[in-house]
């Protein structure tokens, strides 16, 4: 009877190996991470974007600022018609894995030139953007915005992509969050039929997003379409990459895992042993065969043998207990490991893999996903148990896991803010920032609701009735009745009877304070879907630390994004267009302070006619030591472009802009007044 739910060694030996499956796996995941700077930057490029060479060169190499990806088409070369002129293949230069080069047809004619560029971070991120330089002198050219389509992933793809994304968290909490409330809170529950769907639910919706963001990749990173997803070469590029291995580790893991839920089911879901009750029945007919004068005489030795009994009964219970404890503890130890190998998946990827302090990012970054799978996966085994109606006891033990999660959730979600942030500016300056206020809402109302739920659960445990763990309904056997019988008695008993099978399985042990409890819970399962959606949105982001660093780099180059909420002037293709931009570099000098203006002719996109001069606060045309003038098109990571200027008096200068592509683009004017005085100011201008 004992040796029923003893591990035979055969689930002994699946267990070890398990074990050191998932350690391997794991290991493999935390080897790949190194240092890096997340979301990576162009820093400059050869031929350097807009400049003007006499001769045509050999190649196009362009430099970032951490290590990057290559495919097949990640650099293109186009002429002043639209024409491909590179060669193809780009690949690193001189073994530099951060940059990219790619030799170019010879023969070249004189012309604007564009490149548009596309590669993946090595955070798993894809970047990309575009750039003109000029062959002899600068030219008009044909390139349009479509001909640059690459460097934006395809919108429905993107839109899979990120759902695929999404899924995967929302299985991964429910995976692990409802075998842990199984090992944890309701070992019982393994048996019921509930639980063992939600466990396979989980687990086919992690396989299933796995495969299809294996497969959306390639599109995603190169820009194409959904046709593209079933191309192996861009499969096959994918499992190349740092995000391919993370997945392949993924789909090995799950396949652990469904060896996994096979032990935790026959393990726990066997019905539990009861040990013998020695004794009752020879007790119970001895009281009857003695009278009230031998009871006197044997109570002593009564209370000595039923002393003994009750401290037999005791040691065969813990001992009927004891394989499922073993059980219990085996399966939780391996369960912890491929909780942390899975969550390696996601947290050896992404932003956590890269950038400042990765050494203690990536654990931090694990025990964020673990904790939010125990809350959140856990709410909804929570939900199935209220269902089953479980016991305030098993409740009690999940609002402690609970609020343990929460508790590791906020300590490691303020370090992760404040490493993805940088500054207080970036929380609402970035979309990083506004992403992360809103998913701190989110959890905030979480908070609220599961306040609410613990309330529920206090008023559980304070009714004795209601806190015990609820036996199922069975419909009762119908009892004949005639369907048109005049007895009013036997009406209302059949009614009764109707409305019993009516309810029977269906809201078992739902007494109010369980149902306003399973209630709460449930909204709060709703909120934790906004959550997850958010976390996705947040893992796509630039963190706001990176955007602030490529926006201050920008200013520095003479370039720089306008404030939100600026209006940028459309312009009327072939007329002159004037921007005036008053400036002050602080210093004392009659130069620091004035206004610079900017006129454009025609307007519109190709080679523009630009004059820039600079009025003191007098009106009158004034010098400075050191003057840059330079157009960026944030929206498509193109600029800074700076533009060669020509002085022609005091105070006036001239120079041709090259403008490619039509879009929201910002003037920036540079204006040193003297060694130590200097300041930028910008512009925006809508083209086209």
């Not at 640059?148 to 919108?155: C, E, Y």
């Not at 008993?493 to 109707?498: F, G, I, S």
Request: charged residues 15%.
């Amino acid at each position: 009877m004992l040796t029923a739910a003893l591990p035979n060694p055969t689930t002994r030996r699946r267990l070890v190996g398990l074990l050191g499956l998932l350690g391997a796996v794991l290991a493999l995941m935390l080897a790949g991470a190194g240092p890096a700077a997340a979301h990576a930057t162009l820093q400059s490029t050869d031929p350097a974007q807009s400049s003007v060479v006499a001769t045509a060169p050999q190649a196009v190499t362009l430099t970032f600022s951490e290590a990057v990806s290559l495919s097949n088409d990640s650099v293109r070369v186009l002429d002043p018609a639209g024409k491909t002129v590179d060669t193809g293949g780009p690949a690193h230069a001189d073994g530099k894995d951060n940059t990219a080069r790619v030799g170019l047809t010879s023969g070249l004619a004189n012309g604007t030139y564009t490149v548009a560029w596309r590669a993946v971070s090595e955070d798993s991120h894809p970047i990309g953007g575009a750039f003109t330089f000029s062959i002899g002198a600068p030219s008009d050219t044909s390139v349009s915005t479509t001909a640059l389509n690459g460097a934006k992933a395809d919108g429905v793809v993107a839109a899979l992509y990120g759902t695929g994304r999404t899924v995967a968290y929302g299985a991964f909490a429910l995976l692990i969050g409802a075998a842990a409330f199984v090992l944890a809170c309701w070992p019982a529950g393994a048996a019921q039929r509930a639980v063992q769907r939600l466990l396979m639910t989980g687990w086919v919706a992690l396989l299933v997003s796995t495969v299809a963001v294996l497969m959306l990749r390639g599109p995603y990173e190169r820009g194409s379409g959904l046709g593209q997803a079933l191309d192996l070469s861009l499969v096959r590029a994918t499992l190349d990459e740092r995000i391919g291995t993370a997945l392949a580790a993924r789909l090995l893991l799950l396949a652990a895992s469904g060896v996994f839920l096979s032990l935790l089911v026959g393990q726990l879901g066997q019905p539990a042993p009861r040990p013998a009750e020695a004794g009752d029945a020879g007790a119970a007919g001895d009281a009857g065969d003695t009278g009230a004068a031998d009871r006197t005489a044997t109570d002593g030795v009564r209370t000595a043998e039923d002393a003994e009994e009750a401290e037999l009964r005791q040691l065969e219970r813990r001992a009927a207990e004891r394989p499922q404890h073993e059980a219990r503890l085996g399966l939780g130890v391996a369960g912890l490991v491929l909780a942390v190998a899975l969550s390696a998946t996601w947290v050896g990827a992404d932003h956590a893999s890269v950038g400042i302090q990765v050494w203690l990012a990536l654990p931090l970054g694990m025990l964020h996903l673990i904790a939010m799978a125990l809350w959140l996966g856990g709410l909804a085994a929570m939900l199935v148990g209220l269902r089953h109606g479980i016991g305030a006891d098993v409740a009690d033990r999940f609002s402690r896991i609970a609020f343990g999660s929460v508790a590791v959730l906020t300590a490691t979600g303020i370090y992760q803010s404040w490493r993805g942030l940088g500054s207080w500016g970036a929380l609402t300056g970035t979309e990083y920032g506004r992403l992360l206020l809103v998913k701190t809402g989110c959890v905030i109302a979480m908070l609220g609701v599961a306040w609410i739920s613990r309330a529920w659960l206090a008023r559980l445990r304070a009714a004795p009735a209601e806190a015990g763990t609820v036996a199922p309904v069975e419909a009762p056997e119908p009892v004949a009745v005639a369907a048109h019988s005049d007895d009013p008695l036997r009406q209302a008993q059949l009614a009764r009877q109707q409305a019993a099978r009516a309810t029977a399985g269906r809201d078992r042990g739902l007494t109010p304070t369980r149902a306003g409890l399973r209630r709460s819970v449930l909204v709060e399962a709703v909120v934790a879907v906004a959550v997850l959606v958010v976390t996705t949105m947040l893992t796509n982001a630039p963190p706001g630390r990176v955007a602030s660093e490529i926006a201050a780099s920008g200013t520095a180059n003479g370039a720089t994004v306008p404030a939100p909420g600026v209006p940028a002037p459309q312009t009327v293709p072939g007329q002159t267009l004037e921007l005036k931009l008053p400036y002050d570099t602080k210093g004392r000098t009659p130069n620091a302070k004035g206004t610079a203006t900017v006129t454009l002719n025609p307007a519109r996109t190709g080679p523009n006619e630009v004059h820039l001069s600079l009025d003191g606060v007098d009106g009158r045309p004034v010098d400075v030591p050191e003057l840059e003038l330079a157009f960026t098109l944030p929206d498509r990571d193109l600029g800074p472009l700076p533009v060669p200027l020509t002085a022609e008096g005091p105070g006036r200068w001239s120079g041709t802009a090259q403008l490619p592509l039509a879009g929201n683009w910002v003037v920036s004017v540079q204006i040193r007044s003297s060694e130590i005085d200097q300041t930028t100011e910008i512009k925006p201008l809508k083209i086209g």
